[in-house]
């Protein structure tokens, strides 16, 4: 039984093919493996970003409960600073009497 054997350029031709074949196989490989590392890294970043925001949130709950903390303490010592001054004004007013009394 004889063998078909193809011309040589028909070889040349197959053999560029199988070579454009492979190269596009590993072409794709690369940057599915591209595609794959970029999306890890991204999903990374989320997760930090996330992490960070949880840790943001935290911070502002507690400076948010920090300051009406403060705020509370602040306008309890206004009152009494206003009951004070009534106090001495009251005081003062007592005073004059007493002495616009005595000089009398």
Do not use: C
């Amino acid at each position: 039984m004889a063998t078909v054997q193809k011309p040589a350029s028909s070889l040349d031709f197959d053999e560029k093919k199988r070579k454009k074949m492979e190269s596009n196989r590993e072409s794709a490989r690369k940057s599915r493996e591209k595609k794959k590392k970029q999306m890890d890294d991204l999903t990374n970043e989320v997760s930090a970003l996330q992490e960070e925001k949880n840790d943001l949130i935290k911070k502002v709950i507690l400076y948010t409960e920090r300051f009406m903390n403060s705020e509370s303490a602040n306008n309890a010592l206004r009152a009494q600073a206003t009951e004070y001054t009534n106090r001495i004004k009251s005081l003062k007013t007592t005073l004059q009497l007493h002495y616009a009394r005595q000089g009398s």
